[in-house]
């Protein structure tokens, strides 16, 4: 299973969401930095080993490794380091031209992410049908488009899906599930409103779901307390938990 999550515009909380995200997925899972602005992970989370993150391994290695196809299923992985929270992390580019550089690859990355022997998770920063991990976005299980709980990130939001929705028709179905981060005591009533709004739009969108803004959290799951511990009892990793149990619940449905 591949699960894409974007902004639309640049919304904050995009790679903070698919950390928590991926250290409460229930089934072995590499969390993909993708954003071909370049991904920061690296930067704020220590590796298992307790230094930082090795930059020989990454996302610029596994675009080399795929250039002439795909040589093993497992090629994802391989690519894949510890984190001390318990993520395993494919880093990302650091630069946006070192993204430029990998042309035509991102469909045999998409292809690499589908053939893994585990769940990926995949960041793909801000999206629209130009984007060049367009190719990712249309190999999705669920594409979470991420969001501030705010009126106009919602409606840049709704804008923003009517493009990219467009550019997905023709690959077929995708499971979009909107994700706002915002007050915890308004989550409801925020997505019952995003809901509205995306129904108005003609947009077929799954619920929306809420996120905690919870940055005491993100910390120590960055400075790299496992969620299996008091932190998964946090508003930050229940989100998440619900998030993940919610496509669970959609794929029991479907098969």
Known sequence: MLIGLASVKGSPGVTSTALALAAVWPRPVVLLEADPAGGDLAYRCRAAHGGPVYSQRGLLKLAAAVRGGLPSNDVLSNEAQLLACGVNLVQGVTTAAQARGFGGIWPTIAQA????????IADLGRLDRTSPVMALAQSTTYL???????????????????????????????????????????AARDCADLDDMLHRAGLPTLPALPMPYDPKALLRLEQGEKASGRLGRTLLLRGAKAIAASMGAVEAVSA
């Open 144 to 186: 979470l488009p991420v969001a501030s709980a705010t009126l106009e990130a919602a409606m840049h939001l709704t804008e923003g899906l009517q493009d990219v929705m467009g550019g997905l028709a023709q690959y077929g179905a995708v499971n979009i599930g909107p994700v706002l981060v915002g007050p915890d005591s308004q």
């Open 113 to 120: 992410c589908t053939m893994a022997e585990v769940d990926v």
